[in-house]
């Protein structure tokens, strides 16, 4: 069973900084690919940012040139640099990892969330 778990949330004001970790059970390099999702009260989840095992990056537009997703393999960690950060971006943030076995075998994990707020 793998366990992701999360840390770094809190409350800060608009403009500031946090950085979030998510801690995996196992090697990450097992994960094809890591992400954060955040949800916001009354909306879908959505994909923030997602790393592959070879390092490349994605972004989801709103996130552009504020926020900087990474992973130390050595640590088996992945973190999400959060910078500028906007009322906006409030949401329970979520760590994921995808672990493709074979071409019907797919294996989502999750982690449990950390608040982010952020107030204006």
């Known amino acids: 069973q793998v366990q992701l778990v999360e840390s770094g949330g809190g409350l800060v004001q608009a403009g500031g900084s946090l950085r979030l970790s998510c801690a995996a059970s196992?090697?990450?390099?097992?994960?094809?690919?890591m992400g954060w999702y955040r949800q916001a009260p009354g909306k879908q989840r959505e994909l923030v940012a997602l790393?592959?095992?070879?390092?490349?990056?994605n972004y989801v537009d709103s996130v552009k040139g504020r926020f900087t997703i990474s992973r130390d393999n050595a640590k088996n960690t992945v973190y999400l640099q959060m910078n500028s950060l906007k009322p906006e971006d409030t949401a329970v943030y979520y760590c994921?990892?995808?672990?493709?076995?074979?071409?019907?075998?797919?294996?989502?994990?999750w982690g449990q969330g950390t608040q982010v707020t952020v107030s204006s």
């Open positions: 994921s990892a995808k672990e493709i076995r074979t071409i019907v075998a797919v294996l989502d994990y």
């Open positions: 196992r090697s990450i390099f097992s994960f094809n690919v």
């Open positions: 790393i592959t095992s070879d390092g490349s990056t």
